[in-house]
């Protein structure tokens, strides 16, 4: 991991292209009501990095996705909140698919609970073991914060906590750099970013793209269970006409 720190952060001016992103949170069985539209069956998964194979594109992590080992041909796969059921729904998909993700802990939440969504039912989240465990896996992890707060206007003491001490908990968790970070809500101002950036993260995602490329402000796609082929397709398609107005091949 140390010489990918240094892979990862080679080009701190701006990027050549922006990365292909898709954005996951729960792979789950669950029947439970979803008002956020959050949760993709694991045969939905298997069903959406099937039709990534035989494109002949790569899902990898963020991190390998940046530093050029997952190739030209490839996605990044990131995963938000640390839902415990990524160790028991995600990984085996992604291990028979043999593709690698990036998952983004709340690290002040670890063996909790998703409590930020008080009108949704209570998800557990990964505790240290399983950070550990999916570390291990060869999966990536990267902060989604200590508590998933809001960080756009948030006073400078509480960017302290939820992005540099974050970081820190979970550096001690898996023994190894955190690279990337990810902006609960998609929400962010040029303070939360500066924050970001001088906490030493090489990376960090958003949702949205805006008027340009920003290695700390990474615009990715949401993907959810209507997500078939079709939809794929269209964002592909978009993700391409990004790159082409943003002057990036």
Not at 68 to 73: I, K, T, V, Y
Not at 219 to 240: C, E, F, N
Request: with cysteine; glycine share 10%; net charge positive.
């Amino acid at each position: 991991m140390g010489n990918a720190r240094g892979r990862v952060a080679q080009d701190p001016v701006g990027l050549r292209r922006a990365p292909n992103a898709w954005m996951y949170h729960s792979v789950s069985r669950s029947s439970a009501p979803d008002p956020h539209g959050l949760r993709v069956h694991p045969d939905r998964l298997d069903q959406q990095l099937r039709l990534l194979r035989r494109a002949g594109i790569r899902g990898a992590s963020m991190r390998e996705v940046l530093s050029g080992e997952a190739g030209r041909r490839s996605v990044a796969l990131t995963f938000d909140d640390g839902y415990a059921d990524f160790v028991t729904e995600a990984m085996p998909v992604l291990a028979r698919h043999r593709m690698t993700a990036t998952v983004f802990v709340v690290a002040g939440k670890l063996g909790g609970t998703n409590a930020w969504d008080r009108d949704a039912p209570q998800v557990p989240l990964v505790d240290a073991e399983h950070v550990r465990t999916i570390a291990v896996a060869g999966h990536e992890i990267g902060s989604h914060s200590a508590s998933h707060a809001h960080l756009a206007g948030a006073p400078a003491e509480v960017l302290q906590r939820e992005v540099t001490e974050s970081r820190s908990l979970l550096e001690g968790v898996t023994g190894s750099p955190v690279l990337g970070f990810c902006f609960p809500y998609g929400e962010e101002d040029e303070a939360a970013l500066e924050a970001v950036r001088s906490s030493g993260y090489s990376y960090a995602c958003a949702v949205e793209g805006r008027s340009g490329l920003d290695r700390h402000r990474l615009p990715r796609y949401y993907i959810g269970q209507r997500d078939g082929m079709a939809r794929l397709l269209a964002k592909h398609v978009r993700h391409r006409a990004r790159n082409r107005s943003w002057g990036h091949r």
